[in-house]
């Protein structure tokens, strides 16, 4: 190389190194000695960079390839005014032209732009980058500087090195996963997932690719939520009442964490929002219904409304903060996210549809929902009470009255529960065993079981006789007739529960006496419930049949 390409390849870096640091711009001198580009030695940076770049141009003997020389010319046979730093067109031509070219030339050193085309790029980078891009399309993942996995974004972007554009999703998803969690590659996951959300609109591919990252932002699905709660309540009799059945409103919780999400107020957060979850859910719901009901009868505008604006409709530009070229224009179309965003393509211009104004989550909604958590930690008590806020008389009053109503409902719903002591039902059989034994008489006490019941139950003469004996001498697991007689059915596989009953056995409670005896022997129930019916337990079958023989 000679001594002059040397020299400008160093300046041309010492000027790259002052425009990216942010420096002011003044007159230098067209010819400068080593010194002057350089700087002082105090400046060891940038001294360090030019000795660097000295060592690497010293070093790089080898020509330049072809493939690189005739990309370059694609710039050079166009016109000065017509190429920009970052004209889209001129990089998807070179792209196409360099999309199977692979190189063996690594690159040590940095390379930062905004927006990097390859005409950023020096020799030495691109035929760097176009080493790097062999082996990540192989396989590999070579560390790159972040400039480099911009610039394969924009290849994919434009279709450059994929055969389809469901390919060109999956390798824009698996650039952000295999390099967006490395040190100083945030940036990558951001720009990666807008321009993926833009890649399925814009080519018309299944948003489901993408998870919610193509149904707009967090808060713009949270709005949705909320306006859908709003129009369903409007549609009923009484809008200030929060109703499940039939109403086409979400669930509880589901709510509060839409109501938390477009909120300034961080209420997921919150203690209450972990060890009250249910109650604060129910609260919240009570209170958005009210405030809907207020709006609506003081009010011209929504509630929702009020809080994020109208809808708006405004220009938009795929790929923002991108470089991307289609050498096809765009068909006209319509494409509606879930959360009410809607993008539209008319003679290749494109515009987005919102259905609310605002970009920030709602300060007056977080006011609210502060007011909610505090007033129910007044009323519950166990967790530190917050610092009031100001609010218009009307929503503390709404707030206060909701919570009131929503704690007290509940607590009377839990108090009107009926608790069956399972426990207590033995002693309850037992008791009216007794009483039973105590007002027969000897003739009664002498009556022979009907031999129909025993027939239709399933139970043989030697089941009987057995039955009869467990019943005189004890079962080993301190079973009664009646149990060993439901349990020989049900490994004969002919249970009948009404032959049971007029039997006079109680399967319920025979089943609890079972799963008790069992439990100290095998360690869990042997006989569980299908519906109405119960059923052993195939693991355990081997265990009662040894048991009854």
């Known amino acids: 190389m000679k001594a002059e390409q040397i020299v400008e390849l160093i300046l041309d870096a010492a000027r790259e190194n002052r425009v990216l640091s942010g420096g002011a711009y003044k007159d230098e001198p067209i010819i400068r000695t080593g010194r002057q580009a350089f700087g002082t030695r105090g400046n060891a940076s940038l001294w360090s960079l030019g000795k660097n770049l000295l060592d690497l141009a010293l070093t790089a003997t080898d020509p330049v390839p072809e493939p690189i020389v005739q990309m370059r010319n694609l710039a050079r046979n166009r016109s000065r005014w017509t190429v920009s730093y970052a004209d889209p067109k001129l990089f998807y031509d070179q792209a196409r032209f360099m999309e199977s070219y692979a190189d063996d030339c690594p690159y040590a050193g940095e390379f930062t732009r905004y927006y990097p085309t ?43 090195g994929v055969e389809s554009r469901r390919e ?60 859908g709660a709003e129009r369903a309540l409007l549609a009923t009799e009484e809008p200030a009442a929060w109703r499940h059945t039939g109403a086409g409103l979400p669930e509880c919780g589901d709510f509060a964490c839409a109501l938390a999400a477009a909120s300034r ?138 919570v009131a109503s929503c704690l007290d409902r509940r607590a009377a ?4 529960k009926v608790h069956i002591d399972r426990t207590a039902l033995l002693g309850i059989r037992a008791a009216a065993a007794h009483t039973r034994e105590a007002l027969l008489v000897d003739e009664e006490r002498e009556e022979v079981p009907d031999e129909s019941c025993a027939a239709g139950s399933g ?3 030697m089941e009987e006789s057995r039955a009869g004996e ?4 004890g079962s080993p697991f301190g079973l009664s007739a009646d149990d060993e007689a439901l349990l020989t059915c049900l490994l004969a596989g002919t249970y009948d529960a009404d032959t049971l009953i007029r039997c006079g056995v109680m399967v319920s ?41």
């Open 265 to 402: 107020y961080r209420m997921e957060r919150s203690r209450m929002f972990s060890e009250h979850f249910d109650e604060l859910g129910e609260c919240c719901a009570a209170v958005f219904a009210r405030m809907v009901d207020h709006c609506k009868r003081r009010r011209k505008r929504g509630f929702v409304d009020g809080l994020f604006g109208d809808a708006v409709d405004v220009p938009y530009t795929p790929f923002r903060s991108a470089i991307f070229y289609d050498p096809e224009p765009h068909p006209d179309c319509t494409v509606e996210l879930m959360s009410g965003v809607r993008y539209r393509c008319r003679f290749g211009r494109w515009s987005r549809y919102r259905p609310h104004r605002a970009t920030e989550t709602s300060a007056e909604l977080g006011d609210i929902l502060h007011e909610i958590d505090r007033t129910m930690r007044i009323k519950l008590g166990g967790l530190p009470e917050l610092k009031a806020r100001k609010l218009p008389a009307y929503v503390q009053r709404i707030v206060e009255d909701e």
């Open 413 to 416: 719903e839990e108090a009107a």
């Open 509 to 549: 409670l025979a089943v609890d006496r079972i799963n008790e005896a069992f439990f100290e022997r095998v360690g869990d129930t042997v006989i569980e419930f299908e519906g109405d019916d119960p059923c052993l337990v195939e693991d355990y079958a081997d265990d009662v049949r040894k048991a009854l023989s």
């Open 459 to 461: 139970i043989g003469p």
């Open 168 to 227: 060109g999703l999956r390798a824009l998803a698996l650039l952000r996963d295999t390099y967006g969690s490395r040190q100083g590659n945030g940036a990558l996951i951001s720009h990666l997932s807008t321009w993926m959300a833009d890649y399925a609109i814009y080519h018309g591919l299944d948003r489901a690719l993408l998870g919610c990252d193509a149904e707009g932002t967090p808060l713009d699905r949270a709005v949705a939520v909320l306006a």
């Open 118 to 160: 390859y005409e950023d790029m020096s020799d030495a980078q691109l035929r760097g980058y176009f080493t790097w891009r062999r082996r990540y399309r192989a396989g590999e993942a070579p560390q790159a500087p972040l400039s480099f996995l911009f610039v394969h974004a924009y290849e994919l972007l434009c279709g450059v």
């Open 470 to 473: 467990s019943s005189a001498t």
